[in-house]
T-cell receptor, first 111, second 114 residues
Framework: QKEVEQDPGPLSVPEGAIVSLNCTYSNSAFQYFMWYRQYSRKGPELLMY????GNKEDGRFTAQVDKSSKYISLFIRDSQPSDSATYLCALGSSNTGKLIFGQGTTLQVKP | DTGVSQDPRHKITKRGQNVTFRCDPI?????LYWYRQTLGQGPEFLTYFQNEAQLEKSRLLSDRFSAERPKGSFSTLEIQRTEQGDSAMYLC????????????FGSGTQLSVL
């Protein structure tokens, strides 16, 4: 079993839709939860960072962490064509420099 | 541009050749990370440095791989006797503050081993 599971998609939605992206994990030692966005032929870019259960909002993006269920989500409101990219969840802990990334979900927002 | 810089962007080599990649982190960042990413997968951790000290290495980093960060500034990743399975995007990231907090990635070096 992989440490982090993420549905690779692809996910296609119309412009303006609410998008829900999810990851599940198995190791309860993870303390940091992140979402990165990666455009084609570019490096990942940090979108959201949190270390506690609950919701964190930043503009159109909301990150949700449920440690009891080992489940994290990223919601994108009013999705735009410019949101078309691969979204990667990443998890870390304080005793290692290693982040564990999900496989990534490819999102396409159609105008 | 004050982001993470990687050179070259693309490298094509023949099996058995040695290759070296360079990463210039954001200047005030004391931590530097190397990751490898293959098509359709998320990045996989290779190694990280705090200043000039290499503090952690993945078992993915076989004896053919070596990374250095002299004087805690730029870093190099060398692959000796390349194999076709080494074909991947090699990503460098840097950070400051707490471990694993807010990594800034470069655009990567795409390696193709023929």
């Amino acid at each position: 079993q992989k440490e982090v599971e993420q549905d690779p998609g692809p996910l296609s939605v119309p412009e303006g839709a609410i998008v829900s992206l999810n990851c599940t994990y198995s190791n309860s030692a993870f303390q940091y939860f992140m979402w990165y966005r990666q455009y084609s032929r570019k490096g990942p870019e940090l979108l959201m960072y949190t270390y506690s259960s609950g919701n964190k909002e930043d503009g159109r993006f909301t990150a949700q962490v449920d440690k009891s269920s080992k489940y994290i989500s990223l919601f994108i409101r009013d999705s735009q064509p410019s949101d078309s990219a691969t979204y990667l969840c990443a998890l870390g802990s304080s005793n290692t420099g290693k982040l564990i990334f999900g496989q990534g979900t490819t999102l396409q927002v159609k105008p | 541009d004050t982001g993470v810089s990687q050179d070259p962007r693309h490298k094509i080599t023949k099996r058995g050749q040695n290759v070296t990649f360079r990463c210039d982190p954001i200047s005030e960042h004391n931590r530097l990370y190397w990751y490898r990413q293959t098509l359709g997968q998320g990045p996989e951790f290779l190694t990280y440095f705090q200043n000039e000290a290499q503090l952690e290495k993945s078992r993915l980093l076989s004896d053919r791989f070596s990374a250095e960060r002299p004087k805690g500034s730029f870093s190099t990743l060398e692959i000796q006797r390349t194999e076709q399975g080494d074909s991947a995007m090699y990503l460098c990231a840097s950070s400051s503050g707490q471990l694993n907090e807010k990594l800034f990635f470069g655009s990567g070096t795409q390696l193709s081993v023929l």
